[in-house]
């Protein structure tokens, strides 16, 4: 091997050429890019015939390179933080009591135990079994009950108003409601032992349902009829998306009433109720176009 | 980037173990003492002649054809040629392989052509051999051992170049080949002017490479 | 058989197949909650040492649900490839992992061995692997089908459209799927979660997507995956069907709970290859996800990651065109954070090309569950580099009907570039000759609904 490389790295070196970066292009001119808003209705994009309109998704967003624009980036994160927020949200101590319901609790001790132990939140807390066997109305036709399930969010907000309307919706039907429980850390299955317990006729159970993006006010009811422990979820009906801007509380709670209603009168729930003989009372109502909110003020 | 070592690649490299007598007559072998052939191509023709000096000093071969390819490897006649065919012959098929070993070592690590504008616009080759082999000793008329500066670069920088390289050490010109050559460089061969003097054909050098990346960088001056 | 090991002078020692395949299992919520998870982190490496000097063969004879109690273990068992599984067969599950690893074991000879695999091998190998060995392995697997485009050829990152509606919108349902194909996504699929699970509807969305599609001659294939047997009414209804849908689960006692059986599904894939409207052959998808079996407590006390396996056993019965995990979507109580999701991503994708499907991954998370959007991209570009065959894509990300986070219409053509990836050749060519892209880059229709009217 001769010297040669050597030789030349030291001349590299010494005309001042041995850092090997590029060269430095000029200096950019750098405009301010146009301001891309997230706009929750937007005016209808270049050749979209109004499709746009008739979607909650976020369309139209356009793009920077192929990643967001930051204005899109803020509302997802804050619409993420909401639903995030409204599933470690807990209900508060003592709320229960104070909004006129028997406080009950599952056997699941915290929050997370909530989260990956679903065996536990479908069975009563020892305590909480007996308080219900001392307190509660004995066999009313239906039980309701109000949970937290995996939005408190939503079980505190609206939660209280929906089961008053539907209370109010069963009692002008002629049927008796008993004395309205609330449960911590519940699951679906616990309105069986819950409702068995009382010896009602039916048992609703009102929770908050799974937060979505942006999102963490919805509820969703479950009714059974004959409630006991082993019922499955064939043996339920259920109505999602209880909130402004699905099926409003009001119009829900009078569907629910007809539902629970129409059980008693078949003697059944779940895939054996003939809903087609309530078809008018419990059809889903027309839905107008969807409009998401938007949560970070310009 | 500017003076970053451009390394030639091989574009092929065969053996002929037994070569035709015919062949080697044509290529510039004897019959009489070679039977097997060693074959490279490669895309600079000047580290390619000193890698095949390199072998010389490696292994019992001779070197009995090199020549360059006419306006370089730019206008190659396949994606094989290159700007240069090089032939080593031997007796023996080991030492064929044991030359070509260090033929395309030397290519690897050692002989290469430069940047000298830093984009490969303009390259140039200041090598320098420290011991010259059988083959660039009897070319350039030395004795095998002595060291040599291997100056190449286009015309202008080249000769430029040449006149730096003279006036900055105590050498002398054994060989100076203006444009046009067949690839369109220009060559010089220079030597110290006392015997073994290593230090002055390093130091010409250096001015040839400095003089060189001076033109690229400034073609016009007063 | 002796099952046990001895780590610092204590003997762990494990009655069954089953039982030391769960104890194996790198932890998973959804395996505690079955109560099959090891006890410890000691207990853990043990069980792996012994799952290592166990051969194949063992691994064969040992399914997690018995041959006769099991149509599934018997439809593994009856179709096994024995020359494939003569192949493997004398190889520890320890030596299999290193053969896997090997250089020198390349994509094709993969292929040749795929139908000698039972799941229970595919997921035994599974556990002893980290992410990097899952991800190394799956990405020499080569898996490629054709219905209307060809799927899963070397460099090439497919996506499926998934522009569900919570009400069916068929409008809004078009809306996202024209500014989906206008980020150059839905290549492997245009395919709806339908709100309704009814005939009609599923015609009625089938029919629009088809007409849109048609006018376009937009090279890919849809499917609306409502329930089997609702797909089969839909297709004698007369409507267009590219690919039919079915979720999987692990055991003959989860596919019950979900209403079908093997002889439903051979009857649905002889209905497809005969009225389907997709060029073909391969015209079946299936869905699957860790922790399925045991939400309907089918899952015999076996793992759920060996009960994933043996869904991707039973789909390789169709030669299915798609085949995807829902990876995060199931919940917490089964996979509870981004490291256990990000795991199952991997494992699914990994033992799915292992046994020769053609996989993608719909990487996700629910917003109970405890991972983070930035832990979820990482793990989509972790699925990209691993070569999974397709992602899915919604505006950003966001299921308006299934409540839940996944792979966003930005990302898809974000993942490409940097891994440079393209999408399949026929859905490439039509995305240069509309300019969605030029030359691979963004083009000037990039991201402009209007692309597709």
Redesign the interface.
Known sequence: ?????A??????ER?G?AD?A??RVPMPVVPAPPARVYVPRREP????????R??????????V????ATD?VLQ??A??AV??E??AAEVPDGWAADHGFLPLSSRVASHREF?????LGRRLAPDSLQRLRDQAERSPDVQIILADG?SATACVDSGPALCAALAAACQQRGLSVGTPVCARFARVWLEDEIGHEVGAKVAVIVLGE????G?GDGLSAYLVHGPQIGKTDGDRNMMS?IHER?TPPPQAAERLAALAAAMIEQGTSGVGLDLARVAGEVERGY?PP?VRQRLVEP | ???E?IVPTVLSLRRIPAADPALLVAYGADPTRHVALGLVTCDQDDALYVALDEATKHAAVDVVFARSFYAGSAHASGRLSGEILGVIAAAEPQAIEDGLAALVA?LA???CF?DAD?QRGITMF?????ALGAYLSRAAGLPAGEPMAYLVAPPMEATIGFDAALKAASVRAVKLVPPPTETNFACAWLTGIAPGDLASC?AA??AF??AV?DVAARPRTR | MDLSATIRGVRYRFESVKELLGRANPPK?GD??AGVSARSAIERVAARAVLAGLTLADLRQHPVVPYQDDELTRVVEDSLDEQAYRAVAHLTVGQFREWLLEIGTTGATLRSVAPGLTPEMAAAVCKLMSNLDLMTVGAKCEVVVRANNTLGLPGRLSSRVQ?N???D?V??????M??GLS?GCGDAVIGVNPATDSPASTAAILTAIDEVLRRHQVPTQHCVLSHVTVQLKALELGCPMDLMFQSLGGSEAANRAFGVSVKLLDEAWATMKERGTSRGPNVMYFETGQGSALSSAAHHGADQLTLEARCYGLARRYRPFLVNTVVGFI???YL?DGAQITRAGLEDHFMGKLLGLPMGCDACF???ARMS?DELESLKVLLAAAGCTYLMS???G???ML???STSF?DI??LR?LLGKRPTPEFDAWCEARGITRGGE?GPR??????V?
């Open positions: 091997m001769s010297g040669t490389r030789l030349i790295a030291a001349l590299r005309l050429a090997p590029p060269p994009a270049r050749g979209d015939a109004g499709g746009a008739h979607t909650t998704a976020l369309l139209a967003i356009g793009h390179g192929t990643r967001y899109v997802f994160q619409e993420l639903a995030h409204a599933v989260l990956l132990r679903p065996d995996l799974r937060p979505g993006l999102t998306n699905g839905r969807q | 980037m500017l003076l070592p030397c690590h050692d002989a430069y830093g200041p090598h320098v051999i420290g390093e050098a250096t490479a400095a990346v | 919520s505690d909650l522009p509606h919570p009400t919108d409008l809004g349902i078009l809306a996202s024209r500014e980020y919940g917490p109580e509870e629910t917003y109970h959007q919604l505006p950003v966001d299921d308006i409540n839940y986070q930005h053509p974000s570039r963004p990039f991201g402009d609904i209007g692309v009217t």
